[in-house]
C-alpha cells in the first residue's frame, strides 16, 4: 500500500511526458521522478535516498524547451515500441525468474523511466530530446541500483546529480569536436593524476567512508584508474574530454553501485556523438549496470549467471564503436577499469563463463573490425585495423583476471590513449625526437604496445585455450596491421611538448613496466 | 675482472662503436671504428670463453622491470661459443666491406647495431627475452622503426610472425613451471608442439637465407650471415639443450630429422639450378643449415658435438657466401670447396659425427638420406666451381675471403684446432659428453671404435678436386648440362580469389552467432 500513491502518480506523469510537450511534458517528467524518489524513500526506509530527484529534477528543467517539429508517423510508433517492449521485457522477465524480496515496484518504476529514456535516446526527435531521453536513461538506472544498494543521502544525491551530466556534452556539434582547454587547467589535470598515481604507488588507502555516507574505494587499482584518466584529459586539450574524464575517474572511486554506474554513464552521455554510435554506447552501458542489479534481483547461481553473461557484451558495446579523437580513449580506459573491478565479484564459473565470452568478443572485433567499413554493419568501428586489434587484446588481458593481464592491458591502454591519440597524423618529421616518437608509436620492443601485447600473451597462456588462441590471433593480425593500411609518412613541423610527454610515457612503461604492476597491486 | 661487468663489455663495444661512427666528424673512419668494435667485442668473447669451467653456467640478473622476466645475462659455453663466432663473422664482413671499392654507402652503425643485437639474443638468460631481443635485431637490420614502411616488409612481417611462436612457447612454459629462464625450465618443460612452435623463428631465417640469394647483389650482404644463420643455429641448440639434448619426443626426432634433410636437398636442388655461383653460395648456405637441423634431432652426445660444429661451420659458410666474389677468383675457389660436405669441407667432420651417431643408435637405415641429402648439395658445390684464372694480384683481391676460406679448410682437416676450446664446451651445454667419447689428435678424430684421418682425406679430396677442375671432361660437361638448364621456378603457388570469400555477410553472421553464445552462456548450468 505505501508504494499505490507513488505508483500512481508516475503513471500519470508518464502518460503526461509522453503525450505532451513543453512544460506539461516537464511537469510529467517531474512527477515520474518524483515518484520514483518518494518511493526510494517509502520503500527502503531512508527518507534521504529522496535526495537522488533533485539532479534529473533540475536538468529535465534545464533541457525545456520550444517544440521542434514532431516525428515522423512511423519513427513515433517505432519508439512507442520500443518503449512497450522494454517494459513488457522488464515485466516478463520479472515474472520468469525467482525475484527475491527487492522492492518490485520501485524498481518496476525506475525501469520504466530508463526505459523511456532510452527511447527518447534512440530515437530522437532532435539533440535536446536526446539528452533529455540521457537524463531519464542514467537516472532511471541509478534509482533501480539505489533501491537494490542503499546507499546514503550522499550516494544518493550524487547519483541523481550525475543524471545531469548530459547538459555538459550539449554544444558539441559532432563527436570529437570540442572546445579547447586552458594550458593551466590541462597542468591542473596532470598534477591531479600525478598525485593518485602517487596514491596508488604508496598502496591507497581501502573503502573509506566520506561525509553523508558516501562510500569511497581508494584501492591502488581505482586509484591508478583515474590518474590514467586524468592524463588522457590532461593530453587531450578539450573540455568535454575533460568533463568526462573527471566523471569517469571520479566514479571509479566510488564503491556504491548506483553513483559508480551513474559516473561511467554520465561520462558516455558528455562523450557519444553520432546517433548509431551512441545507441552501441547507451546499450553497452545498460548492460553492464544490469548484470550487478540482476544478480541481486535474481540471487543465487542463476543471478551470478546473469552478471557473468552480461558484463563482456556489455563491455564489448562499449569498446566498439568509434569515438572521437580522445572520447574512444577515454571510454576504453574507464570501461577497462571499470570491468576490472567488476571481476573480482564474478566467481570461478562466472569468471570461466566471462572468459569464453570475452574470447569469443575478441574474435567478433577481429572479423568487425577488419571489414570494410560499408561492410562492418556498425555505424562506426575505430580508427585503425590496430586500434581494433588491440582493443581485442586489452579484452583478453582483462579477463585472465590476472595482475599481469590488466597491466598488459593497461599498457595497452597508454598506448592507444596517449601515444597513438597524441599524434593522430603521424610523428613529427624533424629534430631530435622524430626516431624516438615512430619508436614509442610502433610496436617494436620498448615501447608500451611491444609489452603490452606480449605480457597479454603471457597471462592468456595461464587461464584458457580459447584466451591463448584468440591472443594469438590477435597478435598476429597486430604484425599484419602495418601491411593492411597505408603508409603514414611524418607530419611537418617540430614536436610539441605533447610529443614529447607522450613519447617518454610510451618508453618508460615499456622498459619498466614493473613500476605500473607497483601502482595497480599498491607499493 | 667481474663476469658481470665483462659480460657486458661486447655490448658496449659495439654500441659505443655504432655511436662513433655516426658522428658526423668519425664518419669517414667509421669502417675502421666497426672493424676494431667487433674485433674487441671478439676479443673479450674469448677471453670469457677461456675464463669458463667445462660445463659452467653462469646467470647474471641485472634488473627486473619487465615482470617475471628478469634482464638476465647467460653465460655459458654455447652461448660465449656462438657469440665469439658471430663476432668473428662481423669482423670478417666489415673487413670485407671496407676493402670493397664498389659501394659508397656507409652503413657502419647499423651493423654494430645488428650485431649487438644478434649477441643480446645470443646471451638472453630467458626465452621472452630472446623473443624481445630478435625482435630488437628485426629492428636493427631492417631500419624500419615506421613498421608501415615498405621496404623489406615481407621479411620483416615473416619474421615477427614466426618469432610469435617462440613467444607462445616461452608463455605455456611460463604458465606450466612459472619461468622462462633457462636455468630454471626442466627439461619437459617443452611439449613435442611447444618445441616445434619455438622452432618457428628458426625455420623462418633459414627460409629468409634461401631467400636472400635471389636478393640484388651488393658487395658484401650482412644479415644472412649475422641476422639469420647465426640466430637459427643460436635457437635451435638452445632450445635442444633447453629439452634435455634431443627434440622431446621419438616422432619429433624422426620429423626434425627428416625436415632438415628435405629442406637440404630441396635447396641443394635450386643451387644446383642457380645461374650464377654467387646466389648457390647462398643457396648452399641454406642446405648446410638444414643438414644441421638434421644432425641436432639425433640426440646423442655425438650428435650434439655433430650439431654444433655443423652450425658454427653454417655462420661462417654463409659469411664468406656473403661477400661477392670475381668468378674464378682463388676466393671463391676457396669458399667452394669448404662449402662442399664431402671432404675437404668443413661440414665434413660435423657429417661425419651424424654418421657415427646414427650407427650408435643402430639407426643405419637413416644413413641414406642423410647422405643423399649431403651428396646432393656436394654435387651442387663442385657444380659451381671454377678454377681461378686471371692475374696474381686479382685472384688475392678481396683478401680476407680466400685467407677465411683457407683456414677453413684448415679447419676442416685438423678438428685438433677447433674442437676441444670451442666445440666441445659448447656441446657439453645440450648434453653430456662421457670421457672417451671422443677422441683428436693431428691425423683425425675417433668416435668410440671408428675414426676418421681427416687431414688424409682432406688432402685425397683436394687432389681430386683439383684435378677434376682442370680436366677437359669438365667443360663438355658444363656445355651439356648449360643446353638442358631449366629455368621454370621449382614450386609455384596460385592465390585463390578471395572476391567470393568477402561477399559473404561476415558481420550479420558474426553478431549472431555472438549472440547466440550470450544466449548460451545464460542458458548453460
Do not use: K
Request: proline content about 7%; aromatic content about 6%.
Amino acid at each position: 500500500m505505501t508504494t499505490l500513491a507513488p505508483v500512481i502518480a508516475f503513471v500519470a506523469g508518464f502518460l503526461l511526458a509522453e503525450l505532451r510537450e513543453g512544460w506539461v511534458r516537464l511537469a510529467g517528467l517531474w512527477a515520474m521522478i518524483g515518484a520514483t524518489g518518494a518511493g526510494l524513500a517509502l520503500t527502503t526506509s531512508r527518507p534521504e535516498e529522496a535526495a537522488w530527484a533533485v539532479g534529473p529534477m533540475l536538468a529535465s528543467a534545464l533541457l525545456v524547451s520550444t517544440p521542434s517539429p514532431p516525428l515522423a508517423f512511423e519513427r513515433l510508433m517505432l519508439r512507442t515500441a520500443v518503449t512497450i517492449v522494454l517494459v513488457f521485457l522488464g515485466g516478463y522477465v520479472a515474472r520468469r525468474l525467482p525475484f527475491g524480496d527487492a522492492p518490485w515496484a520501485i524498481v518496476a518504476m525506475a525501469w520504466v523511466l530508463a526505459a523511456a529514456g532510452l527511447a527518447w535516446l534512440w530515437l530522437p526527435r532532435d539533440r535536446l530530446e536526446a539528452r533529455r531521453g540521457a537524463v531519464l536513461a542514467i537516472a532511471g538506472g541509478s534509482a533501480a541500483l539505489l533501491a537494490l544498494f542503499p546507499t546514503g543521502a550522499g550516494g544518493a544525491a550524487l547519483a541523481g546529480l550525475l543524471a545531469a551530466a548530459p547538459l555538459l556534452g550539449g554544444r558539441r556539434p559532432v563527436a570529437g569536436a570540442s572546445r579547447a582547454q586552458s594550458p593551466p587547467a590541462s597542468a591542473f589535470l596532470l598534477a591531479m593524476a600525478l598525485l593518485l598515481a602517487g596514491l596508488a604507488l604508496s598502496g591507497g588507502a581501502g573503502v573509506r567512508t566520506a561525509p553523508l555516507g558516501l562510500a569511497l574505494s581508494l584501492s591502488p587499482n581505482a586509484l591508478a584508474g583515474s590518474s590514467l584518466l586524468l592524463v588522457v584529459a590532461a593530453f587531450s586539450m578539450e573540455r568535454a574530454v575533460a568533463a568526462a574524464a573527471v566523471l569517469a575517474g571520479g566514479s571509479l572511486l566510488l564503491a556504491s553501485p548506483a553513483p559508480h554506474w551513474a559516473g561511467i554513464a554520465a561520462a558516455v552521455a558528455v562523450l557519444a556523438g553520432e546517433a548509431g554510435a551512441a545507441r552501441l554506447l547507451w546499450t553497452g552501458v545498460f548492460l553492464l549496470g544490469l548484470g550487478p542489479a540482476l544478480s541481486v534481483l535474481i540471487g543465487g547461481p542463476l543471478g551470478a549467471r546473469w552478471e557473468a553473461a552480461l558484463l563482456a557484451p556489455g563491455w564489448l558495446l562499449l569498446l566498439l564503436p568509434r569515438q572521437g579523437r580522445w572520447g574512444g580513449p577515454l571510454l576504453l580506459a574507464a570501461s577497462t577499469f571499470v570491468v576490472w573491478g567488476d571481476l573480482h565479484h564474478l566467481g570461478a564459473a562466472g569468471l570461466a563463463r566471462f572468459q569464453w565470452l570475452a574470447a569469443a568478443g575478441a574474435v567478433l572485433i577481429l572479423v568487425i573490425g577488419t571489414l570494410p567499413p560499408d561492410r562492418a554493419r556498425i555505424p562506426a568501428v575505430a580508427s585503425s585495423v590496430r586500434a581494433v586489434m588491440s582493443t581485442g587484446l586489452i579484452l583478453v588481458g582483462v579477463s585472465t583476471a590476472a595482475p599481469l593481464g590488466m597491466l598488459g592491458a593497461v599498457l595497452l591502454v597508454i598506448d592507444l590513449g596517449l601515444v597513438q591519440a597524441s599524434a593522430p597524423l603521424g610523428p613529427p618529421a624533424g629534430g631530435p625526437l622524430a626516431s624516438a616518437a615512430l619508436l614509442a608509436r610502433s610496436g617494436w620492443p620498448a615501447s608500451a604496445a611491444f609489452a603490452g601485447r606480449v605480457l597479454v600473451l603471457l597471462a592468456a597462456a595461464g587461464t584458457s585455450v580459447a584466451l591463448i588462441l584468440s591472443a594469438i590471433l590477435l597478435y598476429a593480425g597486430l604484425q599484419l596491421a602495418p601491411a593492411l593500411q597505408p603508409h603514414q609518412p611524418a607530419r611537418p613541423g617540430r614536436a610539441g611538448l605533447r610529443d614529447w610527454l607522450a613519447t617518454g610515457v610510451s618508453l618508460t612503461t615499456g622498459i619498466a613496466p614493473a613500476i605500473l604492476l607497483r601502482m595497480l597491486q599498491g607499493g | 675482472m667481474p663476469l658481470a661487468v665483462q659480460a657486458l663489455l661486447p655490448f658496449l663495444l659495439l654500441t659505443g662503436g655504432a655511436a662513433a661512427a655516426s658522428l658526423p666528424a668519425l664518419r669517414r673512419r667509421g669502417g675502421a671504428i666497426a672493424a676494431l668494435a667487433a674485433a674487441g667485442a671478439a676479443g673479450v668473447a674469448l677471453t670469457l670463453l677461456l675464463r669458463l669451467a667445462p660445463a659452467e653456467r653462469v646467470d647474471i640478473p641485472y634488473l627486473r622491470a619487465f615482470p617475471t622476466v628478469d634482464l638476465l645475462i647467460r653465460v655459458d659455453a654455447l652461448a660465449v661459443a656462438f657469440g665469439l663466432s658471430l663476432l668473428v663473422t662481423a669482423c670478417l664482413l666489415i673487413l670485407a666491406r671496407l676493402l670493397s671499392d664498389d659501394d659508397r654507402r656507409r652503413p657502419w652503425s647499423s651493423w654494430l647495431l645488428t650485431t649487438a643485437a644478434a649477441l643480446g639474443v645470443i646471451f638472453a638468460g630467458s626465452l621472452v627475452l630472446v623473443y624481445a631481443l630478435l625482435r630488437l635485431c628485426t629492428l636493427a637490420w631492417s631500419g624500419a622503426l615506421d613498421e608501415a614502411a615498405p621496404r623489406g616488409r615481407g621479411l620483416r612481417t615473416a619474421e615477427q610472425i614466426a618469432d610469435l611462436g617462440l613467444l607462445v612457447a616461452a608463455a605455456l612454459a611460463a604458465a606450466g613451471v612459472g619461468t622462462t629462464a633457462f636455468s630454471g625450465l626442466p627439461s619437459d618443460a617443452l611439449g613435442p608442439g611447444t618445441f616445434l612452435l619455438a622452432l618457428l623463428p628458426v625455420a623462418v631465417r633459414i627460409a629468409a637465407l634461401a631467400a636472400a640469394a635471389e636478393r640484388p647483389r651488393t658487395p658484401v650482404l650482412f644479415h644472412p650471415a649475422i641476422a639469420q644463420a647465426t640466430l637459427a643455429g643460436y635457437l635451435m641448440l638452445r632450445l635442444i639443450a633447453v629439452a634435455g639434448g634431443r627434440p622431446p619426443g621419438r616422432e619429433l626426432q624422426i620429423l626434425v630429422f627428416a625436415a632438415g634433410l628435405a629442406l637440404a636437398a630441396l635447396v641443394s636442388i635450386q643451387a644446383w639450378r642457380a645461374r650464377s655461383s654467387g646466389t648457390a653460395r647462398l643457396r648452399l648456405a641454406a642446405a648446410q643449415a638444414g643438414i644441421a637441423i638434421a644432425l641436432c634431432a639425433l640426440g646423442t652426445s655425438v650428435a650434439a658435438v655433430a650439431g654444433v660444429w655443423a652450425w658454427l661451420g653454417v655462420v661462417a659458410l654463409t659469411a664468406l657466401a656473403s661477400i661477392r666474389q670475381t668468378p674464378g677468383s682463388l676466393g671463391a675457389l676457396l669458399t667452394t670447396a669448404a662449402q662442399t660436405i664431402l671432404p675437404p669441407g668443413f661440414l665434413f667432420v660435423g657429417l661425419w659425427l651424424g654418421t657415427v651417431s646414427l650407427v650408435q643408435r643402430q639407426l643405419e637405415g637413416a644413413l641414406i638420406p642423410l647422405w643423399l641429402a649431403a651428396g646432393l648439395a656436394a654435387a651442387a658445390a663442385l657444380r659451381h666451381a671454377r678454377w681461378p684464372a686471371g692475374e696474381p694480384r686479382g685472384l688475392l683481391s678481396p683478401a680476407p675471403v680466400p685467407l677465411a676460406a683457407a683456414l677453413l679448410l684448415l679447419g676442416g682437416a685438423l678438428p685438433l684446432a677447433i674442437l676441444p676450446w670451442l666445440v666441445i664446451p659448447a656441446a657439453r651445454i645440450l648434453r653430456g659428453i662421457p670421457g672417451g667419447t671422443l677422441g683428436w689428435g693431428l691425423l683425425g678424430i675417433t668416435a668410440g671404435p671408428t675414426a676418421v684421418p681427416t687431414l688424409a682425406a682432406a688432402l685425397a679430396a683436394g687432389g681430386a678436386l683439383v684435378l677434376w677442375l682442370r680436366l677437359p671432361m669438365r667443360r663438355s660437361f658444363d656445355t651439356a648440362w648449360a643446353g638442358v638448364h631449366p629455368s621454370a621456378p621449382l614450386l609455384r603457388f596460385d592465390l585463390p580469389d578471395l572476391a567470393r570469400w568477402r561477399a559473404l555477410p561476415w558481420a550479420r553472421t558474426a553478431w549472431l552467432a555472438y549472440a547466440a553464445l550470450v544466449v548460451y552462456a545464460i542458458v548453460r548450468q
